[in-house]
């Protein structure tokens, strides 16, 4: 027996500068509202990985802003 079946997803509006989502498909709807609105990612001098202004935790390291996760972990993530 074959069934037709339809799989949606419900994404909530975000605006530019909202705190970012967990879940992959809400991040990524949430990332591309943030760089319509023209906030870029930066990189962070700890991990290397790259953060929107909305994770950045407010200290700095080596002439950069280090991100939340980071911080939290002492700089180890």
């Known amino acids: 027996m074959n069934r037709d079946l339809a799989h949606i997803h ?3 509006t975000y ?3 909202d ?3 967990t879940g992959y498909l809400k991040w990524h709807e949430w990332a ?3 760089l319509r609105a023209g906030l870029r990612q930066s990189k962070c ?5 790259y953060k929107f202004p909305q994770e950045v ?5 080596r002439g ?8 939290m972990k002492g700089g180890d993530a």
């Not at 935790?57 to 390291?61: A, L, M, P, Y």
Request: glycine share 16%; hydrophobic share 25%.
């Open 64 to 71: 950069g802003l280090i991100y939340n996760e980071c911080f």
């Open 10 to 12: 419900i994404i909530p």
């Open 45 to 49: 001098p700890k991990c290397g990985r």
């Open 19 to 21: 705190p970012a989502p």
């Open 32 to 34: 591309r509202v943030q």
């Open 57 to 61: 935790s407010g200290e700095h390291v």
């Open 15 to 17: 605006r530019g500068g």
